[in-house]
């Protein structure tokens, strides 16, 4: 079956059309990922703004909607106009997005519904208005090209995009997921797919956040997680070091809780306390820029390997934009080859770590089997859906 799969739950427009194969382990094929990326919006303001983010995903949606179905080379061109009864509906869907209204009229009067078979889309956890423009758009399409809806959890997404990749033979469950992104870090004990229990989540910000913050205050851009691994890597083992130090949050409690304000703050007291000139000299940064990553990996890694010690872990799972750390991805695989040898690791190809619309495909083709469809009227965001 072909999935159209949409994600736009904080700042990337994403949509994508994947086919999925049935069988015991399902395969899938990529068909298009058209992602519309707003950093060089957020940029100027270090940090996403939702109002302004939503402002985006209206104007950027249906061009990329338009080149997803594109480049599958499905598009049909409508050849009459018996459709337009049903705009009333559609006007009363996206009364709240008149930008992407007016776009939409457009494109549905152009194009015919392709050999799309149902309609994937992350209804949360995220940001409230930004999830509101990709759950509208999807119910839009839903009625006017009446095609089912799965409503998908974006943490199971992160989760799930794994499965493309997935060996056939693999013992997979129970599995210990690290999900690491700018809203979220969580480690999740899943017993199969769609069962899932939160072990721990982070007190405060988020693993991503942290590198973003920490970025912002040594007057690095926004993103910072990219920008901080990148100085990283130019710190030299050999080099005579400042010998800047900063605390591993909890890494010694007892539970799986994360919390990384802490260490942002002790970014900002050593930043403060440094002269300006040793603080703006490229030795400061690049050593600072190289312990905040190790400390953020140091807790991450520590957690994960006990979780799944404590719960016989099959597989460990990794996702999520921080994923995309290649510190993180060697120095995870290295302690799971030391200390568990017989665990499974899995981890998304680079680019499928950060937000897109791919993953939202995976998962919805996952809740599709399960039955998880809706009725279009009965889908709706929801900002702190949590994953069960
Ligand atoms: O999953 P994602 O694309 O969006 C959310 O769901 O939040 O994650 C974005 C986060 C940002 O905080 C970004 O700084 C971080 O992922 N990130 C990284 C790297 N690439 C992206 N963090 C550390 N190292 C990276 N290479
Ligand atoms: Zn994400």
């Given at each position: 079956m072909k999935i159209l799969a949409i994600e736009t739950s904080c700042d990337d427009t994403c949509v994508a059309v994947i086919e999925a194969k049935k069988g015991k382990s399902p395969r899938f094929n990529i068909l298009s990922n058209i992602i519309s990326s707003q950093i060089e919006i957020h940029k100027q303001y270090g940090g996403v703004y939702p109002s302004m983010a939503k402002r985006e995903h209206q104007r950027n949606l249906v061009p990329v909607l338009k080149k997803a179905i594109k480049a599958t080379n499905k598009e049909k061109k409508a050849t009459t106009n018996e459709e337009t009864k049903k705009n009333k509906t559609i006007e009363k869907i996206l009364e709240r997005e008149e930008v992407l209204l007016k776009e939409l009229k457009i494109f549905l009067k152009k194009y015919q519904k392709t050999d799309i078979d149902a309609i994937a889309v992350t209804n949360?956890?995220?940001?409230d208005p930004c999830l509101w423009v990709g759950v509208n758009l999807a119910k839009a399409l839903s009625y006017f090209w009446d095609i089912p809806i799965v409503p998908v959890n974006h943490i199971e997404a992160h989760i799930l995009v794994n499965w493309l990749l997935l060996e056939k033979n693999i013992k997979k469950f129970p599995a210990i997921c690290l999900v690491v992104s700018g809203g979220h870090t969580q480690l999740i004990l899943m017993e199969e797919i769609g069962k899932y229990k939160i072990l721990g989540e982070t007190r405060d910000d988020a693993a991503g956040e942290c590198f973003d913050k920490t970025a912002k205050i040594l007057g690095l851009d926004y993103p910072g997680g990219p920008i901080i691994s990148a100085m990283a890597i130019k710190s030299r083992e050999k080099q005579r070091k400042i010998g800047i130090k900063l605390p591993r949050p909890m890494l010694n409690q007892k539970n799986y809780d994360f919390s990384f304000s802490g260490l942002k703050t002790a970014v900002l007291y050593s930043f403060k306390s440094t002269s300006k000139s040793t603080r703006t000299s490229k030795k400061y940064i690049i050593e600072m820029c190289s312990e905040i990553q190790q400390a953020i990996i140091d807790v991450l890694v520590a957690k994960t390997i006990r979780a799944s010690k404590e719960y016989n872990a099959k597989t460990i799972i990794l996702g999520g934009g921080v994923a995309s750390n290649k510190e993180l991805r060697k120095q995870l695989g290295k302690a799971i080859k030391q200390q568990l040898p017989k665990t499974n690791y899995l981890k998304p190809t680079i680019k499928l770590?950060?937000?897109?619309?791919v993953m939202v495909g995976v998962a919805g083709y996952f809740r599709f089997l399960k039955g998880k469809t809706k009725i279009w009227k009965r889908i709706e965001a929801k900002p702190n859906l949590r994953i069960k």
């Open positions: 949360g956890p995220g940001l770590c950060s937000d897109n619309a």
